[in-house]
Structure formats: C-alpha cells, structure tokens
C-alpha cells in the first residue's frame, strides 16, 4: 500500500516539516496498539497510521501521538538511533547517559559531553564530572533506558541544578559505583547483541 495516498495534505506537510521518511509510517489502521507496535517494529518503522483522541492519525508505534505532541519524534528518534552512551562519576556519584554524535568522531563528542556536565553548577549541582568510559551503540536511548532501570535503586531523586539559565532536574544521577554502573551497562549491551 502506498502510504502517501492515505495521508492528508495536512499530514504531509507535518512529515515534511519534521523530516520523517514514509518508508518508517507503518498503516496501523484498525489494529490495536498491541498488534501494530510489533508489526511496525519488524518493519522497522517508527511512525504509524492511527487514530488519537483529537483525531489526529500520525503516532509513535508505541502509540503516542506526534501531532498532539510533536516532541516525541525527537524522543522515539533518540530510543531508536544510535549514539555514544557514557559513565560519568563525579565523587560518589554516577551518570549514565547518551549524546548523538554530532561530531567528526566519538572523542569529540566525548569531550563536548565532559564541559557541558561541568557548566554552571555542574550536573546535579556536581562538579568534577570526567566521563569514564563510553561505548558506541545501536538503539542508545533504548539501552540508556534499560541501564537506568537496572540502576533505579541508586537513583537520586527530584535534585534540581542550574544550567543554561534555567533549572533543571538530574533524571540521570545515581549514587553508586563506576563498576555497579558499568556492570548494568555490560549486561543490557550484551543483552542487545546475543
């Protein structure tokens, strides 16, 4: 099926504005949620044809609409593409986290990463922030999801910090080791790649 004949004139122009491909739009028309998030995910697409609340029909193959709230896009993108995921320590505390590679190669990014979580008061109201260890992944945002759920019980919880004038709240700060980290990391990325 052609999925530009089943688009509105409106829905392309949002695809166009936001740059997504109609080879990731998957037609979930009358499928439920559970069925079409499995079908679009063989198909490796992100996007699909269904119905929302509002009426809209462009959404995440999770189910969210991106029309609604278009921010999921860059969400979904970042789940899905890949990236550099990092171990940051910082004393006696751990960040877990992921940057694009939006430079010539992985250490540039690395270090670009290390002086944005030292600005300010430094990530978490932290200074001190060296980057310790980083591996280049497929579906980072994904892997960087898991590894934090494998981490929840060193979380930090609600610390506020000041960075590029405004506040901000670490969702990415725990209080463990570098190897509890990067024992949780090793296993989902081994996980990913069995």
Not at 32 to 37: A, D, K
Not at 52 to 67: D, V
Not at 137 to 144: C, D, H, L, S, Y
């Given at each position: 099926?052609?999925?530009?004949?089943?688009?509105?004139?409106?829905?392309?122009?949002f695809?166009?504005q936001h740059?997504?491909?109609?080879?990731?739009?998957?037609d979930a028309?009358?499928l439920?949620?559970?069925?079409?998030?499995e079908r679009?995910?063989?198909?490796?697409?992100?996007?699909?044809?269904?119905s929302?609340?509002?009426?809209?029909?462009?959404?995440?193959?999770?189910?969210?609409?991106?029309?609604?709230?278009?921010?999921?896009?860059?969400y979904?993108?970042?789940?899905?593409?890949?990236?550099?995921?990092?171990?940051?320590?910082?004393?006696?505390?751990c960040?877990v986290?992921?940057?694009?590679?939006?430079y010539n190669?992985s250490?540039?990014s690395?270090y670009?990463?290390?002086i944005?979580?030292?600005?300010?008061?430094?990530?978490?109201n932290i200074s001190?922030?060296?980057?310790?260890?980083?591996?280049e992944?497929?579906?980072?945002?994904?892997?960087?999801n898991e590894?934090?759920?494998?981490l929840?019980?060193?979380?930090e919880d609600?610390v506020?910090?000041?960075?590029?004038?405004?506040?901000?709240?670490?969702?990415?700060l725990?209080?463990?080791?570098?190897?509890?980290a990067?024992t949780?990391?090793?296993k989902?990325?081994?996980d990913y790649t069995l």
């Open positions: 099926m052609d999925i530009k004949r089943l688009l509105s004139k409106e829905e392309k122009q695809i166009k740059g997504l491909a109609l080879s990731e739009i998957y028309r009358g439920t949620s559970t069925v079409y998030h679009a995910k063989e198909l490796g697409c992100l996007w699909v044809i269904n929302c609340y509002k009426g809209h029909r462009l959404k995440t193959r999770s189910g969210h609409c991106i029309e609604c709230d278009p921010k999921r896009i860059v979904q993108r970042r789940y899905s593409e890949s990236g550099i995921l990092y171990i940051a320590i910082a004393g006696d505390h960040k986290g992921i940057t694009e590679n939006n190669d250490n540039e690395i670009h990463r290390s944005t979580l030292n600005m300010d008061d430094g990530y978490g001190g922030w060296k980057i310790v260890k980083y591996w992944v497929k579906n980072a945002g994904r892997i960087e590894v934090h759920q494998l929840a019980e060193y979380k609600d506020e910090y000041w960075y590029s004038g405004e506040w901000r709240t670490a969702k990415e725990f209080k463990c080791s570098q190897q509890t990067e949780a990391v090793k989902v990325i081994d």
